[in-house]
């Protein structure tokens, strides 16, 4: 490699690319910083303190929003993993067959359309129906959650079982596997990674959405994210700093098992 | 599914109910909670608003000629709704820079980050892995408290003496811009990066033993070898800048709008659903195009990147 090291040479590109890493961690660092201060500002650091966390643990708002966020993301992310994985198989290791082009383009769907039209078609259909039924529970943000987090979960799943071949299932057969059997006990292990995976990103996906949420949720049915939208609106504290700081952990923490699942795939 | 016919078919057929059968909960949850209503979107835009926001049961058209339009509430006269064009402009006009931009720092980045070795190069695409997937509200508040009057950059140079009162940063075009960079550069770079790594440099040495100079050779057979990843990362960060919602009205501050700012309006105070639902449909065309174009010039090359 010591010689491909001066064709690979483009003048200015490592700096640029260090450039582009710093300004990328940069704020993130200033925001996680200044969740630390002491005092009320932004800008100058008054000392350490953790008086901020605590403000935000104590915040009822906080925790109710925290929880449902939680809540409406395991539900989604549970429901889209299971559907996404039916799907997986049902689109994989075949021969191309009628509508298989179809449901591709259906599931990836989501990806396509900006989330603001998304947003705005649910807030139009949701509103009839809550009308219709009377019903404004969480199953609204649940139905919206779970449909885009489907390709997301769909996508990991599907690059598994394409690295898998039917020579193992085959085999299970012929030692008289029931079909559900050799699922069980072949097929799902070998998934279960990619499965793992897209509960993953389909978990950090939910819990991360603001647009579809801001205009799905009625009357108190707050997630963090639009919780923080609101509040940005507002005078800001290091409080706002302090959430911001608990939700990057907890974003890291899941990217971080789901780069080490994925990997050893490779 | 090599077998001859037969009774295979039968077989065959029986597999593929079965994967119809396999596919329908995802197919109807994305069929109710995402695609169907997109249809309802459609027929909205052809009736009369409300008074109340909701629509009439009425047909017509005016939403669809409020797009570009507007009415003269003195004589009917319709002209060109000026306020509209622009936030039609500035949308084209900043996703249009926002993609030049991240191309031209996530270029470097990328080709950067698939010539370190095997070992580091993961690292670094980790580093590039975590702002993509961590919260983009969180994202811009962070641009939001660095850029702020009485933020970083403005106690700096206040204190260096070099500018007497806060320089106003937020709340223009530039904020806008500058976000909407720091968001989606990680859509651009990841894309980049993947057609970057299978990048065959006895390519580029062959280029230099021809007495290429390095900028001929990115030039004439780097860049042309990466156009897969050009595309798909230009599509990436094009789409959701034109409809950005977030960043604008955080950075934008409600007074410069865009493009998802304007959608949103027309479901709250502007209560004009039909005018909104015909903005929605219009960006889902211009999106469409912007898609059709990357599928010509990827084709399926491109497609593993969703």
């Keep these: ?266 | 599914m090599t077998q001859p016919a037969g009774p295979i078919d039968a077989e065959q057929s029986r597999d593929i109910r079965k994967r119809w059968l396999l596919s329908l909960p995802a197919l109807l949850i994305i069929l109710v909670a995402a695609s169907g209503p997109l249809l309802i979107v459609l027929l909205y835009s052809f009736l009369t608003p409300g008074p109340y926001g909701d629509v009439a049961w009425r047909f017509s058209l005016e939403g669809w000629i409020g797009v570009v339009l507007e009415k003269d509430i003195f004589d009917d006269t319709l002209s060109l709704a000026d306020a509209h064009v622009s936030i039609f402009l500035r949308s084209a006009g900043l996703s249009l820079m926002t993609t030049v931009l991240t191309l031209l720092v996530g270029f470097p980045t990328a080709y950067f980050i698939a010539t370190r070795p095997e070992r580091s190069r993961e690292l670094w695409l980790f580093l590039i892995t975590i702002p993509f997937w961590t919260n983009l509200l969180i994202r811009t508040f962070a641009i939001l408290e660095i850029i702020r009057n009485e933020g970083l950059i403005n106690t700096l140079l206040i204190d260096l003496g070099l500018i007497g009162r806060p320089m106003q940063m937020l709340f223009t075009d530039g904020a806008i811009l500058v976000g909407m960079v720091y968001v989606y550069l990680p859509l651009m770079v990841l894309p980049l990066y993947a057609s970057m790594e299978k990048l065959d440099f006895r390519l580029v040495e062959a280029g230099y033993d021809l007495y290429a100079t390095p900028f001929r050779v990115l030039r004439r057979i780097i860049i042309p070898l990466v156009k897969p990843g050009i595309v798909a990362g230009s599509i990436l960060v094009f789409i959701p800048a034109l409809g950005a919602y977030v960043t604008p009205s955080i950075l934008g501050g409600g007074k410069n709008l865009m493009l998802g700012n304007l959608i949103e309006l027309q479901f709250g105070q502007g209560r004009n659903w039909p005018l909104g639902s015909a903005l929605s449909i219009t960006l889902m065309l211009i999106v469409m195009v912007a898609l059709l174009f990357y599928v010509r010039n990827a084709g399926s090359q491109g497609a593993r990147h969703g």
Excluded at chain 1, 50 to 57: D, E, T
Excluded at chain 1, 119 to 146: E, Q
Aim: proline fraction near 4%.
């Design chain 1, 1 to 266: 490699m010591a010689k491909a090291f001066s064709v690979q040479r483009q003048r200015g590109f490592t700096a640029i690319a260090i450039g582009c890493f710093f300004a990328l961690y940069l704020p993130i660092i200033v925001l996680v910083f200044y969740a630390f201060n002491a005092g009320e500002s932004l800008s100058s650091f008054d000392g350490f303190s953790l008086r901020w966390f605590a403000r935000a643990f104590e915040n009822q708002q906080v925790i109710d929003a925290s929880l449902r966020s939680l809540q409406i993301a395991a539900v989604a992310a549970t429901v889209a993993t299971i559907a996404a994985t039916m799907a997986a198989l049902a689109t994989t290791r075949t021969e191309p067959y009628r509508g298989l082009t179809l449901k591709y383009a259906f599931i990836n769907q989501p990806l396509m359309i900006p989330e603001i039209v998304t947003a705005v078609a649910l807030l139009i259909f949701f509103a009839r129906i809550k009308i219709w039924t009377g019903y404004s529970g969480l199953g609204y943000l649940i139905a919206a959650h779970t449909a885009f987090c489907i390709p997301f979960a769909y996508l990991p799943i599907r690059a598994r079982l394409e690295n898998m071949d039917l020579t193992l299932e085959k085999a299970a057969a012929d030692l008289y596997a029931t079909p559900w059997k050799a699922f069980r006990y072949v097929t799902l292990p070998l998934l279960w990674p990619g499965i793992l995976a897209g509960f993953m990103l389909a978990f950090v996906i939910s819990l991360d959405d603001v647009v579809i949420t801001q205009f799905v949720k009625s009357a108190g049915q707050d997630t963090l994210p639009t919780y923080m939208l609101g509040q940005i609106r507002r005078t800001i504290t290091p409080e706002m700093n302090a959430i911001s700081t608990v939700f990057l952990l907890l974003s890291i923490g899941v990217v971080t098992v789901f780069f080490f699942v994925n990997r050893k795939r490779v």
